[in-house]
């Protein structure tokens, strides 16, 4: 039962309609992306505020030593975490040199929709900046049935009144700083940053990561590429180094749709699978990859919907 007045009881749809930062854990949990291989906790865009950020991928861990007082026959010496990949779904707004965080300024509206049948979360929020300038703000965000180590985001920005420098900053991190879940500082110590950096690369609009976690040796891959829409001239610009990656586009916009920005996200875990050219940035340029609507196919064409069971008597 859901007892919070953010959400609202409609069919086929997770329904917030305002932000309760109280709620920040649960519901990045209730909104959470995932398709059996990629999954996406419900950060927001920007990253901040957050409860626990979280990117996954199905079979990547980690192993950390497991010390006793006293050796016994037994007794495992290892044990395995999960841990997080690359996060590709961070992406920055600054309107004016202002960045877009919902703490800050006044937040006017902000809602995120989950529909069922699409598998496809939306977001949307109207924000004043500190220095007064109005923005509406809409995400939609996906991870493909289709494509299972695929996963895209639809941002879009939009001046309100006036004309404003809006940048946009897409980025990819790895070895996010995370809330320690373990009170016993030798399993935070073995778990902190657990991907090294083997490979980084950033052309165009598009960015590469190439990570081995240090202890199980699973080489992890993370890449993004961009498509720009917008009336106004764009300036895009992309770098990366060891541990991130960062495509920022900006312009001088007046009131009116900005367009859309898509990014796909690539990830790979297989060694054999994954060298250390770019594998997960030739997969997004394959013509399978291109377009956020192809990846946005129903979730039920994908998945079996058992009819209801039928009524006893």
Not at 27 to 32: G, R
Not at 80 to 103: A, C, H, M, S
Not at 283 to 296: K, N, V
Not at 305 to 312: D, E, K, L, N, T
Request: with cysteine.
């Amino acid at each position: 039962m859901i007892l919070q007045d953010a959400f609202t009881v409609e069919p086929w749809n997770l329904h917030e309609t305002h932000l309760d930062l109280d709620l920040l854990a649960q519901t990045e949990s209730v909104f959470a992306l995932a398709n059996g291989h990629v999954g996406w906790r419900a950060n927001l865009d920007e990253g901040e505020p957050h409860a626990l950020p979280g990117s996954y991928l199905n079979g990547v861990y980690e192993t950390r030593p497991l010390p006793y007082a006293e050796s016994a026959y037994g007794l495992p010496e290892t044990g395995q975490e999960i841990i997080n990949i690359t996060n590709g779904k961070l992406i920055r707004l600054f309107v004016d040199d202002e960045p877009f965080d919902v703490r800050s300024g006044e937040l006017r509206s902000h809602e995120r929709l989950l529909d069922f049948r699409s598998g496809v979360l939306t977001r949307r929020a109207e924000w004043v900046s500190p220095a007064g300038r109005p923005v509406r703000v809409s995400s939609v965000r996906l991870v493909s049935f289709t494509q299972r180590a695929v996963a895209a985001i639809c941002y879009e920005v939009e001046p309100v009144d006036s004309q404003a420098r809006i940048a946009v900053q897409s980025e990819l991190l790895t070895n996010e700083q995370l809330p320690s879940a373990d009170a016993d500082p030798r399993v935070a110590a073995a778990l902190e940053d657990p991907l090294s950096g083997e490979y980084y690369d950033a052309t165009g609009t598009a960015a590469v990561l190439v990570h081995r976690t240090k202890r199980s040796g699973l080489r992890v891959g993370a890449a993004m590429e961009h498509l720009i829409d917008c009336p106004a001239p764009v300036r895009a610009e992309s770098r990366s180094f060891g541990d991130g990656g960062l495509v920022t586009a900006a312009a001088v916009l007046a009131p009116g749709p900005l367009g859309t920005g898509i990014r796909g996200l690539r990830t790979g875990d297989q060694p054999q699978q994954l060298t250390r050219h770019g594998s997960p940035a030739a997969a997004l340029r394959h013509p399978d990859h291109a377009g956020h609507e192809r990846h946005a196919s129903p979730a039920h064409h994908h998945l079996r919907v058992r009819p209801p069971y039928p009524r006893a008597g």
